[in-house]
C-alpha cells in the first residue's frame, strides 16, 4: 500500500521556489526534526493538512523566508524524505535509529544534523514538521532579536497562557478538586505574573550553543512571543481539528503569510 506522502509526490511531484533571497547577512540552516515513528498521530509528519502532507508547509515557509542558505529535514523515513526533497528541502543523511525513537530529544538531533552537514552555520533554527501556523515574520524577528543579543544562546517562539496558571486545579486520588497553588487563592487575577508556555514552532540557535548543549529554557534564550490564536501544538487528534479550524480561520482573515 502506497502511504500519503508518496501519494502527493506522485500527485503533485514539484519544489518551492526560493523566490526570496537571503535577505539578512546571515550564514544560517533550518533543520526540521521529522521522524517516521509518530504514535499518537500515525505518521504526523505526512498526514494531509489543508491538503498536503504536514510537513510541507514547515518546508515552504522555512524556504520562502528568505532566512536561511539551506533548509534540511533530519529523518529516519524513506518517505518522509523523498517528500521532503520533492519540495525543495535537502536530506544529506538519514538520521541513526537511536536518534528516532519516541523518547530521543530535540537537542540531539539537531546536534547530530549540525555534525553531518559539510559546512560550518553561523544560525541554526530548528523548525517543527507540525507548525502549521508558522509565520514568516516571526522567524524573522527571532533572528533580528539573537544577533542583536550575542551573549545570548537561542531565541526561541513563546505564547501566554489563555488563564492565569496559578489558578490551576488538580484532581486527587479521592477525585476531589485542589489549588495547585493554594497561595495565590485569594490573589487578584490581574495581581498575577504573566507567565509563558513553549509555542512548539521554532527554535533559533548559536551553532556553538547547540553543540554545548546550553540549556533552552533558561536566561540564555530571548522570547518570541506568539498571540495565542498563531499557536496550536499537535499531539493528539483533538490537537489536529483545533489546527485545522484555526488555519482556515486565519486563511480566511488574511492572516496565513505563505
Known amino acids: 500500500m502506497i502511504g500519503c506522502g508518496t501519494c502527493w509526490s506522485m500527485a503533485k511531484h514539484r519544489a518551492f521556489d526560493m ?20 504514535q499518537r498521530i500515525p505518521r504526523k509528519n505526512l498526514k494531509l493538512f489543508n491538503g498536503e502532507p504536514m510537513i510541507v508547509g514547515s518546508i515552504r515557509k522555512a524556504l520562502t523566508s528568505g532566512l536561511f542558505e539551506r533548509v534540511v529535514v533530519s ?9 521532503a526533497r520533492d519540495h525543495g528541502a535537502d536530506v544529506p543523511f538519514m538520521r541513526p535509529a537511536e536518534l528516532a525513537d519516541a523518547f530521543a530529544g530535540t537537542a540531539p538531533v539537531i546536534q547530530h544534523a549540525i555534525r553531518s552537514l559539510d559546512r560550518h552555520y553561523d544560525f541554526v533554527c530548528c523548525i517543527y514538521a507540525t507548525a502549521p501556523l508558522l509565520q514568516g515574520r516571526y522567524l524573522r524577528q527571532a533572528l533580528e532579536a539573537l544577533r542583536a543579543a550575542p551573549d545570548k ?17 488538580l484532581i486527587n486520588e479521592d477525585g476531589n478538586l485542589d489549588a495547585m497553588y493554594p497561595e495565590y487563592r ?20 548559536r551553532s556553538e550553543a547547540w553543540l554545548r548543549g546550553d540549556a533552552m529554557f533558561s ?40
Open 19 to 38: 523566490t526570496a533571497s537571503v535577505t539578512l547577512s546571515t550564514n544560517a540552516v533550518a533543520i526540521i526534526p521529522a521522524r517516521g515513528g509518530s
Open 186 to 205: 485569594h490573589v487578584r487575577s490581574q495581581d498575577l505574573p504573566a507567565a509563558y508556555q513553549d509555542a512548539a514552532q521554532f527554535y533559533w540557535g
Open 75 to 83: 529523518t529516519n523515513d524513506e518517505e518522509i524524505a523523498t517528500v
Open 153 to 169: 544562546s537561542y531565541a526561541f517562539s513563546v505564547c501566554g497562557f489563555g488563564f492565569p496558571i496559578q489558578r490551576a486545579l
Open 219 to 258: 536566561p540564555q534564550s530571548v522570547p518570541v512571543i506568539l498571540p495565542r490564536h498563531l499557536v496550536q501544538d499537535i499531539d493528539t487528534e483533538e490537537d489536529w481539528v483545533r489546527a485545522e479550524y484555526l488555519y482556515a480561520a486565519l486563511k480566511a482573515g488574511g492572516e496565513i503569510d505563505g
